[in-house]
């Protein structure tokens, strides 16, 4: 069993987070999070790289010298790969890189990566973190407060937030999301995470009941 402690905007500890690590993943499967962090990553590349083969450079097929007696060495068309202007010998073709794990196995990775974290001691909660207009000025001081300025962080919120979002978004190496959006690699990719009190409670009904749930079944 884990106490997190809960601060507030000013930096001020108001409470603690009772966490049972163990209800959340019971072990850290390490070549699972290397999987998904892996999978993540290659559904992100664009695979869009192209170049010409030779059948594709503009240029004549003739051969470009007679075969001997020029003192030359022999040579084919101005398309040759060996040539400047030439095609590729071995074009690259646009190329798909998605692919998925297991869902159920994703899920688990999440929860390993929170619990990963949260042994790290790189998990922080805030009480609340709403605002009436964007104002970046306000979410750099309260992280500030929190000792969050000089490290990547993501910030958990329990739903969609415009203003909330806004006001984070131009703070260097400082991401946003809500909890419906979190994956193992979202989690394991900045050094801390900063979750708001409600966006834990949401983790923990949506993410670790559902999953007794269905290992009941």
């Known amino acids: 069993m884990t106490n997190l ?3 507030d905007k000013t930096g001020a500890q108001v409470g603690t987070y009772e966490v049972d690590t163990d209800l959340i993943a019971p072990k850290i499967s390490k070549q699972l999070l290397h999987d998904a962090v892996v999978m993540y990553q290659s559904n992100l590349r664009q695979g869009s790289s ?3 083969s030779r059948a594709e450079v503009s240029g004549s097929k003739k051969k470009m010298y007679r075969q001997k007696g020029t003192g030359n060495a022999r040579a084919g068309h101005k398309r040759s790969g060996v040539r400047r202007g030439g095609g590729h010998i071995f074009a690259k073709r646009p190329q798909d890189w998605t692919y998925r794990l297991p869902r159920k196995a994703l899920q688990v990775a999440t929860r390993m990566a929170l ?3 949260i042994n790290a001691e790189l998990v922080k909660l805030i009480d609340v973190l ?3 207009a964007p104002r970046t000025k306000e979410v750099a001081g309260i992280l500030n407060q929190l000792s969050l300025t000089d490290t990547s962080l993501l910030i958990v919120v329990d739903q969609y937030d415009l203003n909330v979002y806004k006001s984070a978004r131009n703070i260097s190496r400082v991401r946003i999301l809500p909890v419906a959006e979190l994956n193992a690699y979202e989690i394991l990719r900045p050094k801390q995470l900063l979750l708001t ?7 923990m009904e949506t993410k670790v009941k559902k999953a007794e749930v269905a290992s009941a079944n």
Not at 197 to 203: E, N, T, V
């Open 197 to 203: 009190r409600s966006a834990m409670d949401r983790f």
């Open 115 to 117: 619990v990963t974290k």
């Open 5 to 7: 402690p809960i601060f």
């Open 50 to 52: 192209k170049t010409k």
């Open 130 to 132: 709403q605002m009436d």
